[in-house]
């Protein structure tokens, strides 16, 4: 098959590259980068194989491209099925997601306070949807919190952008009163290709 006129990711680095020195604001950016990243999936052949390997502990995180100003990065996860995060935030950035191959669950929060100077905060289910192949979704703060699960039969790989390099997020465990969770810092790791 004849590859050269796909959409690949060396065009998709480019178009976003673009995209971050024109955008006024966050809800641009997040807006522009999910239409980029469901024109990337269209096409899967620009992702090797290298990083695309499951792994038995946990779903795999790849880092794919950080924009050398920090406006930007790009990362690959690759799930195998019932393989999830914990429920999550995103350090306060705009995130943009296409799933690949496979399905992702995804369980949406929005954050409606915090508490106890961010220790504890009060988040709010939104919605659960089955995200699937070559569709996208996208996460600007307050409602950036979530749960993803790989599902269905076979490995489910995603493609998310975010507003810039996540070094560090919140992972939030329930509290004995509804609606209330302890937030934890956690450090961001990334699978070795
Ligand atoms: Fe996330």
Redesign the pocket.
């Known amino acids: 098959m004849d590859h050269t006129n796909e959409y690949d990711f060396k065009n998709f680095v480019q178009d976003m590259t673009v995209m971050v020195e024109r955008s006024q604001n966050d809800n641009e950016c997040v807006v522009e980068a999910e239409r980029l990243v469901g024109k990337l999936i269209q096409s899967q052949s620009w992702l090797p194989s290298e990083k695309r390997r499951p792994s038995k502990e946990g779903y795999s995180r790849y880092l794919l491209y950080c924009d050398p100003e920090d406006r930007f990065e790009v990362i690959a996860l690759v799930w195998k099925p019932g393989q999830k995060?914990t429920l999550?935030d995103?350090d306060d950035t705009w995130?943009a997601?296409g799933v690949v191959a496979g399905m992702v669950k995804v369980t949406n929060y929005i954050g409606l306070e915090e508490l106890s100077g961010g220790n504890i905060v009060k988040l709010q289910h939104t919605d659960t949807i089955i995200v699937n192949e070559q569709n996208t979704g996208k996460?600007l703060p307050p409602a950036?919190c979530?749960i993803?699960e790989g599902v269905g039969n076979k490995p489910t790989i995603t493609i998310?952008v975010y507003g810039k390099q996540l070094r560090k997020?919140r992972v939030f465990t329930p509290l004995d009163e509804e609606g209330l969770y302890l937030a934890k810092e956690k450090r961001v790791e990334y699978s070795p290709a």
Request: charged share 20%; proline share 0%; hydrophobic share 25%.
């Open positions: 995060t999550h995103h995130g997601e996460l950036d979530h993803l998310h997020f």
